[in-house]
């Protein structure tokens, strides 16, 4: 069926892709997401981007933010991120977003937890940010990134290499708008 030209249906949803790397594992300097689109070894829970580095044609995405989500991290690791990644939105060839990745809250997820024993506390931090929506790094309105349909973009977070602790599971998402075709 085809698309009904100029006209698009808007949803407030995110673009997502998740970076996942084993237990004593060294990180690559450059991680790049939004490079592999959903496959089968690449399922729907790890990715929504069909595409390699790109959305449909027919289709924008108006960013309003950008946010990285440790899941069932160690935090050894999250802080390992902090101090050694910088995290950058990049639009063809233009870096729109650039700082380090601990200004890029996740604004889901759990907060933290205390496990408590008789003879001792232990405190852990498990996410980037409180667990709300409205607790990511968003941009005003005017300052609005927009993506249209075939232009190329990517996160990449580029810094020092470390050798994991745990198992690294790391979402970004990029908050926004995304318009598709319709039918």
């Not at 990285?68 to 910088?86: A, Q, R, S």
Request: with cysteine; proline share 7%; hydrophobic share 40%.
């Amino acid at each position: 069926m085809p698309y009904m030209p100029d006209v698009r249906d808007a949803q407030q949803t995110p673009l997502f892709d998740t970076y996942q790397l084993a237990a004593n594992q060294s990180t690559p300097r450059t991680i790049i997401f939004f490079a592999e689109p959903e496959s089968p070894t690449k399922g729907p829970w790890l990715t929504n981007l069909k595409r390699a580095y790109q959305i449909d044609n027919n289709q924008k995405f108006t960013c309003f933010g950008m946010g990285f989500m440790p899941i069932d991290m160690h935090e050894t690791d999250i802080l390992n991120f902090y101090k050694n990644y910088v995290a950058r939105l990049i639009v063809g060839q233009k870096a729109y977003l650039e700082a380090p990745l601990e200004h890029f809250p996740g604004g889901g997820g759990i907060s933290g937890t205390a496990a408590t024993t008789a003879t001792s506390t232990t405190i852990r931090q498990w996410s980037n940010g409180i667990p709300s929506p409205q607790a990511v790094q968003a941009l005003a309105p005017d300052y609005a990134i927009e993506i249209a349909g075939g232009d190329t973009f990517r996160v990449e977070l580029v810094g020092n290499s470390f050798t994991s602790t745990a198992a690294i599971f790391l979402r970004c998402y990029l908050f926004g708008v995304y318009e598709k075709g319709v039918q």
